[in-house]
């Protein structure tokens, strides 16, 4: 298996813009994680899908942000306008049922809005 | 909500030595506590975990240990090894998903 797969590695936008962050999942995994990761916060959990509804989005920072999961496959994060406070690293994980089992995170893309 | 306390930021100990990184959790309800291992440029990766039902978990050279009544649970690496030098983190899951990270440890193993 591939693992969990983000797209891009990293991105470099201006303020104001659209960033979409992309993640496929391991597939027959049921359960799909965004985290942000910055040196102050640490990591934090911004939304979890189970089942491509979302179940808990109360660590999604502002309206700005907003997550979706189409299919069992795919899943984004966008940020509307993104902001300078916005940059870090984002991570997707996914796994299976989402009941304290491993979750296995993707490579990240780290973020920076300039 | 649930707050994880992780010490110490910065590890740095002799290769062939132990490493231990202590976390303290503050809701006694958590019962799910995982460790991660960060490599540079690589999201994290779970390295052992133990369940409020045990209290002490080994696998090879890494053991945890939870202490459930003092809600404090300790990564132990013995005869470190160059390969160990990364950010481990210690996590506490009270919801069957919802994981609160603690800060981070680098760890350097110096040859």
């Known amino acids: 298996d591939a693992g969990v797969i983000q797209s891009p590695r990293h991105e470099v936008t201006e303020m104001g813009q659209e960033v979409t962050l992309r993640c496929k999942p391991i597939?027959?995994?049921?359960?799909l994680f965004w985290y942000r990761q910055t040196m102050m916060r640490g990591l934090e959990l911004l939304i979890y899908?189970?089942?491509?509804?979302?179940?808990?989005d109360s660590g999604m920072p502002e309206d700005r942000f907003s997550a979706k999961m189409p299919n069992a496959s795919f899943s984004t994060l966008k940020i509307q306008p993104s902001e300078p406070r916005d940059s870090a690293v984002y991570f997707c994980?996914?796994?299976?049922?989402?009941?304290?089992?491993?979750?296995?995170f993707g490579q990240g893309t780290r973020l920076t809005v300039v | 909500g649930e707050n994880v306390e992780q010490h110490p930021s910065t590890l740095s100990v002799q290769e062939g030595d132990s490493a231990v990184i202590k976390c303290t959790y503050s809701?006694?309800?958590?019962?799910?506590f995982p460790w991660y291992k960060q490599e540079l440029g690589k999201g994290p990766q779970l390295i052992i975990d133990?369940?409020?039902?045990?209290g002490e978990k080994k696998d090879q050279r890494i053991a945890v240990t939870l202490n459930k009544t003092a809600k404090h649970f300790s990564l132990h690496i013995t005869e470190t090894q160059p390969e160990d030098s990364a950010v481990y983190f210690c996590?506490?899951?009270?919801?069957?998903?919802?994981?609160?990270f603690g800060a981070g440890t680098t760890v350097t193993v110096r040859a």
């Open positions: 809701d006694s309800a958590s019962n799910y």
């Open positions: 133990i369940r409020s039902n045990v």
């Open positions: 597939s027959g995994h049921n359960s």
């Open positions: 994980a996914s796994n299976r049922q989402g009941l304290n089992t491993e979750a296995f």
């Open positions: 899908f189970n089942n491509n509804v979302p179940i808990d």
């Open positions: 996590a506490a899951s009270i919801t069957d998903y919802k994981l609160s």
